[in-house]
DNA sequence: CAAACGCATGCAACTTTGTTGCAAAATGAT
DNA sequence: ATCATTTTGCAACAAAGTTGCATGCGTTTG
């Protein structure tokens, strides 16, 4: 895992720092998505909130994470697929939040299928999020 | 409108009073959605920030508007239309974000596709969200 | 239509969440 | 090891949202 993180730092050309290495670790392990309090609340010990903050926004700009909207207006992160770029993400697949354990998971196998808009609306990207039980909670 | 708008109140048990007529005037209006901000905004020398909370958390509640997450985590609400029922949203459609001036739009036509969830999972609600140039903006 | 009850509002204080500027420390290149 | 650059932590601040309580308004009842 060591290895991985170091790997996706460099690729993406930033200096590898304690905290953006323990805040990847963190992405990596949870396979689903993540909160800032989430991610505030396991790193408060060893960082600043505003490091937190300043680190997940480099993230966001060089494409390793994206958001996700949420039903509620909680603000979540996850790990992007490996093409992701800068500006351009590629992650249109379908989240699912648990109402239950509140966890959410990337259903990545999911694409988001095709809607026709009326005339005139010119589509850029699309999300599409699905709330209820996941496998453990139902 | 004004006899619309106390229908609204009296159908959900709703006292009908001062704010709620106006920030039910002001979503009747805009047939799109609304933040919170720009309730605030237009109401502000009327009514206390605290008042606008806790009305929009009453509507929601009784299921008078819904919540639109939206990518950049921004709070939006919006008319339900007439079969919602407290508890359960019926408001399936797709909203269209501009990138542009920043309106949203339920495209109330337009229902969201079905998608075939990995097993085990037990969906409740469907939310899509579609940004990008709307009419006047492209 | 008046009185009384209960709910909604405004105010103040507070918590949480997110932002900015600057000095100190850590990182990567030489 | 040294130096330039980037990142971090701190402090202070700004914005967003919450809570408790006293007052006032809307609704109901007689």
Redesign the interface.
């Known amino acids: 895992m060591e290895a991985q993180i170091d790997e996706i730092l460099r690729k993406n050309q930033l200096s590898v720092t304690g905290s953006r290495k323990r805040i990847l670790e963190l992405f990596l392990a949870s396979n689903g998505a993540l909160a800032h309090g989430d991610i505030e609340k396991k790193t408060g010990e060893k960082f600043d909130r505003v490091t937190v903050y300043r680190t997940l926004q480099t993230f966001l700009e060089k494409g390793i994470i994206h958001?996700i909207?949420?039903?509620?207006?909680?603000?979540l992160y996850a790990l992007c697929k490996d093409n992701c770029t800068e500006g351009h993400h590629h992650d249109n697949h379908?989240h699912?939040i648990c109402?239950e354990c509140g966890k959410t998971i990337c259903?990545a196998?999911?694409t988001?299928?095709?809607?026709?808009?009326?005339g005139?609306?010119?589509?850029?990207?699309?999300?599409?999020?699905?709330?209820?039980?996941?496998?453990e909670c139902?």
């Open positions: 958001t909207p949420t039903p509620d207006n909680s603000v379908v699912f109402r259903l196998d999911i988001i299928p095709e809607v026709k808009l009326p005139g609306f010119l589509p850029h990207e699309y999300q599409m999020i699905v709330t209820g039980l996941c496998k139902r």
